[in-house]
Nanobody, 115 residues
Framework: QVQLVESGGGLVQAGGSLRLSCVAS????????MGWYRQAPGAQRDKVAS???????NYGDAVKGRFIISRDNAKNTVYLQMNSLKPEDTAVYYC?????????WGQGTQVTVSS
């Protein structure tokens, strides 16, 4: 079955950096678009970034120029490099994919940015 396992979250000061990882299994990772979403308390889940099988990336306006999404197909892993973090980036970050018309989510990893 499809599994997405995130890691790399934590507590960081404003201006700092974190790198999130999502290890995928149960589907053909190399052909799937992968995405990162985030959800702050009391807010909706928003798209952060996505990357296609060919490496084309797309970013939400709030993170453009600060975050970088990448993938390593040999390791079935998608990354999110987060730089110049702000307190408003505090949220649970989720890995996402769609496989055979079904959406899948990881369990999420908490990112907390202190001011």
């Amino acid at each position: 079955q499809v599994q997405l396992v995130e890691s790399g979250g934590g507590l960081v000061q404003a201006g700092g950096s974190l790198r999130l990882s999502c290890v995928a299994s149960g589907f053909t990772f190399s052909i799937n678009r992968m995405g990162w979403y985030r959800q702050a308390p009391g807010a909706q889940r928003d798209k952060v970034a996505s990357i296609t099988s060919s490496g084309t990336t797309n970013y939400g306006d709030a993170v453009k120029g600060r975050f970088i999404i990448s993938r390593d197909n040999a390791k079935n892993t998608v990354y999110l490099q987060m730089n110049s973090l702000k307190p408003e980036d505090t949220a649970v970050y989720y890995c996402h994919t769609v496989d055979r018309s079904s959406a899948y989510w990881g369990q999420g990893t908490q990112v907390t940015v202190s001011s």
